[in-house]
């Protein structure tokens, strides 16, 4: 069984900043790609930034420049650093996992989401 975990959202003003954090555990063998995505009232879920084991990251057009995406491989744990946040940033926020189990199965397993709002 995998469980990841996000935690760090909040309400913030337009301007300043939020970390998020990614947690994952269970009976993993490894983890390929991490990756955050986000999804707005009324919106289809986006892709937001994502990091493979090596440490490539690919990001959204509308976050580049603002939001950092990093890993910890040892701990199996990823972060979202959110700076320069934007009224449009405001969503729901989960943290994905592509990964191999214990048992030689390939699994994409999200979090439940934590809310980060941005007001002006």
């Known amino acids: 069984q995998v469980q990841v975990v996000e935690s760090g959202g909040g309400l913030v003003q337009a301007g300043e900043s939020l970390r998020l954090s990614c947690a994952v555990s269970?009976?993993?063998?490894?983890?390929?790609?991490m990756g955050w995505y986000r999804q707005a009232p009324g919106k289809q879920r986006e892709l937001v930034a994502v990091?493979?084991?090596?440490?490539?990251?690919n990001y959204a057009d509308s976050v580049k420049g603002r939001f950092t995406i990093s890993r910890d491989n040892a701990k199996k744990t990823a972060s979202l650093q959110m700076n320069s946040l934007k009224p449009e940033d405001t969503a729901v926020y989960y943290c994905?996992?592509?990964?191999?189990?214990?048992?030689?199965?390939?699994?994409?397993?999200w979090g439940q989401g934590t809310q980060v709002t941005v007001s002006s």
């Open positions: 990091i493979t084991s090596g440490g490539n990251t």
């Open positions: 994905n996992a592509a990964l191999l189990t214990t048992g030689l199965s390939h699994v994409d397993s």
């Open positions: 269970g009976s993993i063998l490894s983890i390929s790609a």
